[in-house]
């Protein structure tokens, strides 16, 4: 039953998402593919995933048992503290603090996590800002960088 439950509560957020997208336009376009159509595609593929949830056969009432709900609700804390300090903080800093508690929740110690983390925002940043033009936040490390 909380599987249903869970696709009902897609396929209502997908379609809240497509709505709010349809006013995504650019002021000066010169891509074929403007801001809407990302949010367009994540909405279509949520629902076409809470269809399945919803159509599907029951899996039983021990579905649950077993989750890490401990680790699960550490990496969901960490998500939306993420969202709450990228502009802030930039990417790469909000990436590699939110990679310390995934990390840990997934059986890394405290040094790997940030160590990773840190790595993996300094390397998804310069990838996003240098090699594809996406400009992402950069935060109060401009200088280590080179950002504008």
Do not use: H
């Not at 076409?48 to 649950?64: E, M, S, T, Y």
């Not at 699960?72 to 939110?98: E, S």
């Not at 992402?136 to 401009?142: D, E, M, N, V």
């Amino acid at each position: 039953m909380s599987d249903r439950l869970l696709g009902a509560v897609c396929i209502v957020a997908s379609a809240a998402m497509a709505w709010a997208a349809q006013d995504y336009a650019a002021a000066i376009s010169y891509e074929p593919v403007g801001p809407r159509a990302f949010p367009l595609l994540l909405s279509a593929c949520m629902s076409l995933c809470g269809l399945w949830l919803v159509l599907r056969p029951a899996q039983g009432a021990g579905a649950f048992r077993g989750v890490p709900w401990t680790a699960t609700a550490l990496c969901a804390g960490a998500v939306l503290a993420y969202a709450i300090l990228f502009q802030w903080m930039g990417f790469a800093l909000a990436t590699a603090l939110m990679a310390l508690p995934v990390g840990m929740a997934f059986g890394g110690s405290w040094r790997q996590s940030l160590a990773g983390g840190a790595g993996l925002g300094v390397a998804l940043y310069l990838l996003f800002d240098k090699l594809l033009d996406v400009v992402l936040p950069i935060g109060p490390i401009t200088a280590l960088l080179g950002g504008n």
